[in-house]
């Protein structure tokens, strides 16, 4: 049977209630496997859709999938016959393993020869955000890579957003001894950094050297709250989250703490070491990857007055806005 698959053009907001609800997959004649991805950073205006048809879909298949996309209404789909092949399979080939620092990160199909000495981690492309092969993500494994070398220890450790989980079991290797908390807006980003953890030997639990998981908007979360502060804190998620829960993260982070922020442009870098240092925080030291920074930040030490006895926990991340690269 041959493969065809149908592009329309959408937004991100309508991208994520696809997912929302799958009842509605069983009215096609033939069940797609649908993709959804940004055609331009940062413009929620600017996504599409590719459903993938074991067959030739008929009128009612794509009608179908048009109403679900308020915006393509008017959109002529772009529907096109497909070579038969493996496709998922394929799109993981293409993909070459990564090697950040003593970190390599590889999908079931390409890992290869893992070099001496590397820390190997399986994370299959197309689960949730952070497969490791955007640069926010390496960005970050090599900047957590470098101050662990450079005799950093940290005890209390949180990934905000952590998408697959892979930053999260990364700072565990570092640092075996911290209790890590990772979190995320997308229940399904937690689920699969369950899997993730169980494919690659990470214990969970909220014990020393376990990593305890809660899905949470921003710092939003008893887990989150009874846990801090941290002494460090890693978020790797959009420059607009990441602006408005400067706040949430100051309460969060300790007095001397290190912050770890990727999944902005440099264009977006000014404006995120701002927001910050109104909250205490200076810049220590800024890696660009390609057009995309990766910052590390220290909070300054209070005293007296000045110190908070614990944090709120408020934040005001907007919904929708979830996981990492």
């Known amino acids: 049977m041959s493969n065809w698959k149908v592009t329309l053009p959408c937004t991100r907001q309508e991208a994520e209630a696809l997912h ?3 009842e509605w997959l069983s009215e096609f004649a033939l069940f797609p496997t649908i993709v959804a991805d940004e055609l331009e950073a940062f413009n929620d205006a600017k996504w599409q ?5 074991n067959g030739e879909p008929d009128v009612a298949d794509i ?3 048009q109403a679900r996309l308020p915006s393509a209404h008017k959109a ?3 529907i096109e016959r497909l070579p038969d092949q493996d496709w998922l399979t394929l799109s993981q080939q293409s993909i070459a393993p990564v090697i950040a620092g003593r970190f390599y990160v590889h999908t079931s199909t390409n890992k290869g020869r893992v070099p001496v000495g590397s820390k190997a981690y399986l994370i299959e ?3 949730a955000f952070g497969t490791g092969g955007h640069e926010t993500t390496s960005g970050c494994l090599s900047m957590l890579d470098a101050m662990q070398r450079r005799g950093a220890n940290f005890r209390h450790i949180a990934d905000i957003g952590t998408g697959t989980g892979l930053l999260a079991f990364a700072a565990i290797h570092l640092w075996p001894h911290a209790c890590a908390t990772a979190s995320d807006i997308d229940p399904v980003s937690v689920d699969v950094t369950v899997d993730n953890a169980a494919i690659n030997g990470v214990a969970l639990g909220t014990m020393p050297g376990k990593l305890a998981l809660c899905v949470a908007s921003g710092t939003d979360h008893p ?3 009874e846990r801090a502060p941290y002494d460090l804190l890693i978020a790797n998620i959009l420059a607009g989250p990441l602006t408005e829960l400067a706040p949430s993260f100051a309460e969060v982070v300790a007095d001397g703490g290190t912050l770890i922020l990727a999944g902005l442009l ?4 000014e404006t995120i070491t701002t927001a910050y240092r109104r909250q205490g925080f200076r810049l220590a030291q800024r890696v660009d990857t390609g057009d995309w920074p990766c910052l590390r ?3 300054r030490r209070r005293y007296g007055w000045e110190r908070p006895l614990r944090a709120s926990g408020r934040t005001s991340q907007p919904p929708g806005d979830f996981g990492t690269w």
């Not at 859709?49 to 048809?53: G, L």
């Open 63 to 65: 009608v179908l999938l």
């Open 49 to 53: 859709v590719q459903a993938y048809f």
């Open 223 to 225: 887990l989150l709250r």
């Open 297 to 299: 930040l220290l909070k």
């Open 20 to 22: 929302e609800d799958d």
């Open 266 to 269: 440099n264009t977006q870098a």
């Open 125 to 127: 492309a197309g689960q």
């Open 76 to 78: 002529k789909p772009h």
